[in-house]
């Protein structure tokens, strides 16, 4: 019982002071990048205006992603398709291999 107690006024104190403090890490959520997420993490090579996210492999357009920019994945491969989250609105989908350029594994 103690412990319980213990453990929802930690939970409380850490939504109060700003949100929640992931396991084994200092810093609270918000602060968490993008490429601390685990899978693979990618850059965004030979593209000129913007590459797609998509629902599906050739699906609907989700999402969208700029030349440079950084995201992270699945290290798995669909075909020539890598799963993948955009970062304009931040949905989860696919977008062609061709364009990532792994740069590291989380």
Same mark, same amino acid.
């Given at each position: 019982?103690? &412990?319980?107690? =213990?453990?929802? $006024?930690?939970? %409380?104190? %850490? *939504?109060?002071? $700003? $949100?929640?403090? =992931? !396991?084994?890490? !200092?810093?609270? %959520?918000? !602060?968490?990048?993008? *490429? ?12 000129? @205006?913007?590459? @797609?996210?998509?629902? &599906? ?7 969208? +992603?700029?030349? /440079?920019?950084?995201?992270? /994945? ?9 799963? =993948? #989250? $955009? &970062?304009? =609105?931040?949905?989860? /989908?696919?977008?062609?291999? #061709? #364009? +990532?350029?792994?740069? /590291?594994?989380?």
């Amino acid at each position: 019982m103690p &412990t319980t107690r =213990i453990a929802a $006024g930690l939970v %409380a104190a %850490a *939504l109060a002071g $700003g $949100g929640l403090v =992931i !396991a084994g890490d !200092a810093r609270p %959520a918000s !602060a968490v990048t993008v *490429l601390d997420r685990p899978g693979c993490k990618y850059r965004i090579v030979r593209v000129k @205006n913007r590459l @797609n996210v998509r629902a &599906t492999p050739r699906g609907r357009i989700v999402d969208k +992603l700029y030349p /440079g920019d950084r995201t992270w /994945g699945s290290c798995e491969k669909f075909g020539s398709w890598r799963r =993948i #989250h $955009g &970062t304009d =609105i931040g949905r989860r /989908g696919f977008a062609f291999g #061709h #364009h +990532l350029k792994k740069i /590291g594994r989380r």
